[in-house]
C-alpha cells in the first residue's frame, strides 16, 4: 500500500474515533439535557410533551394548596401572562413563597399540569434566570400594548 493511501486511512480511522466518541457523548447526555421553558410557551404548546424539562416564574398569590399528606402541593406558575398549574409530592424549599421565583423540572401530562420532579426557588432577591427575566419583560411588553390600545366605539 502507497504512503499516501496509509494516510488517508490513518485520517479517517481517526476521524471515525472522534465520530464515535461525539455521538457516544450525545447519547449519554440525552436524557440529562432540560430544556427551560416559560408558561406562555407551554401553552402555546412549544414545550415536550410527555419529556422532562424545566418550566419557571413567580409562584401565582393564593394558589399555594397543600394535601392532607402534608407532601403533595399544588401551585400554580405565572409569567405574568400565563399560569400554568404545577403539582409537586415532596418537600418544598424553604425559600418557596407565594410570588417568588421559582424553577420545576418535571413533566407535562395530558391533563395540562405540570407534575414536577424537583422544585428550586429562588436564593436571591437580585438574581432571575436570564430567559425568566426576558419572559416577564416580553409579558409586560405585551400587556402595556393591549392596555395601550385606543378604544374604537362603532359608528352610529
Keep these: 500500500m502507497k504512503p499516501r493511501y496509509q494516510r ?33 410557551q407551554v401553552f402555546n404548546k412549544e414545550a415536550p410533551q410527555g ?17 392532607g399528606d402534608g407532601l403533595t402541593v ?13 403539582t409537586y409530592k415532596g418537600i418544598l424549599p424553604d425559600l418557596f413563597k407565594e410570588g417568588k421565583g421559582v424553577v420545576a423540572q418535571g413533566k407535562l401530562r395530558d391533563d395540562n399540569v405540570f407534575y414536577a420532579d424537583e422544585v428550586l426557588a429562588k436564593h436571591d432577591e437580585n438574581y ?29
Design 51 to 67: 419529556h422532562s424539562f424545566r418550566i419557571g416564574g413567580l409562584v401565582e398569590v393564593g394558589s399555594v394548596k397543600r394535601e
Design 8 to 40: 488517508l486511512m490513518f485520517i479517517l480511522g481517526g476521524v471515525a474515533i472522534v465520530a464515535a466518541a461525539a455521538g457516544l457523548v450525545l447519547f449519554a447526555l440525552k436524557d440529562n439535557v432540560s430544556l427551560y421553558f416559560t408558561p406562555t
Design 74 to 86: 399544588h401551585f400554580s406558575i405565572t409569567d405574568t401572562s400565563k399560569n400554568m398549574p404545577v
Design 128 to 156: 432571575m434566570p436570564p430567559e425568566a427575566k426576558h419572559a416577564l419583560e416580553e409579558a409586560a411588553k405585551a400587556q402595556s400594548a393591549v392596555n395601550a390600545a385606543p378604544v374604537v366605539s362603532p359608528a352610529k
